[in-house]
């Protein structure tokens, strides 16, 4: 006679085997997909600073990580010394406050140098990838001619306002300067969570559902002990 409370169990069993299993194929899929956006993006197209960002604004999403180009002319020069470029190697960046032709002012991190170069007033096309300022003190110390971090908010007192949020990675500027270029960050989707943190999932989930399928083993074999 067949035992209709066992095949209950057994049918529960599978269910809920089921119902873990495909949860874990959910988080797989979840972990598959932060590893695939995670991945740098592709470049957009270069866009003039003046279509993205405005003086005394704050830089939009959009704005943050594009390549701009704008033209002026340099009011000076600056040095962050202890900055640290994507690729891990630290030296002292020249940092110049350009004066955007009928606009207002940006910091432009112009490459790596231990020593100023002559400002020419001549008209600079520079084209580089637009980044949010810097927010910790732990470059430098404050002194004149120095940055303890690149940040206009830090410029303010000694060239006057109308500077634009952030500053920009020089990758070229004409008529073009001997010196070499900071490595600008490629642009990379940032996702909550993490990759192996999802996979962790999966184990867990697939483990409940093997649980499940042998518990209607453990509960007969509990029953014929007794």
């Known amino acids: 006679m067949i035992n209709r409370q066992k095949i209950g169990v057994v049918v ?32 957009r197209a270069t866009v003039a600073l003046l ?5 005394n604004e704050s830089l939009s999403n959009d704005a943050l990580s594009r390549i701009v180009q704008v033209r002026g002319t340099y ?14 190697k630290v030296g002292t960046w020249l940092v110049g406050v350009l004066q955007v032709e009928g606009s207002g002012k940006i910091a432009i991190v112009r490459g790596i140098s231990a020593d100023s170069l002559p400002i020419s007033r001549e008209s600079i096309q520079v084209v ?8 910790n003190n732990k470059y430098g110390e404050v002194k004149s001619g120095f940055l303890p971090r690149i940040d206009s908010a830090l410029l303010l007192s000694e060239f006057g ?28 989707i940032k996702v909550s969570g993490f990759y192996w943190q999802h996979i ?22 509990s029953e014929s002990q007794s």
């Open 128 to 135: 580089g990838r637009l980044m949010p300022s810097q927010i």
């Open 75 to 88: 009011l000076s020069n600056l040095q962050a010394p202890n900055q640290e470029d994507v690729n891990g």
């Open 12 to 43: 529960v069993a599978i269910f809920f085997a089921v119902i873990f299993f495909r949860l874990g194929l959910w988080q797989l899929d979840k972990a598959q997909l932060m590893q695939e956006i995670s991945k740098p993006q592709a470049e």
């Open 51 to 55: 279509s993205v960002a405005q003086p």
């Open 161 to 188: 306002s109308d500077f634009f949020d952030g500053y920009i990675i020089a990758q070229s500027e004409q008529p073009e300067i001997e010196i070499e270029r900071v490595p600008s960050p490629i642009p990379v």
């Open 200 to 221: 962790s999932y999966v184990v867990v989930w697939w483990l409940m559902a093997l649980l499940a399928l042998a518990l209607p083993l453990i509960r007969s074999k």
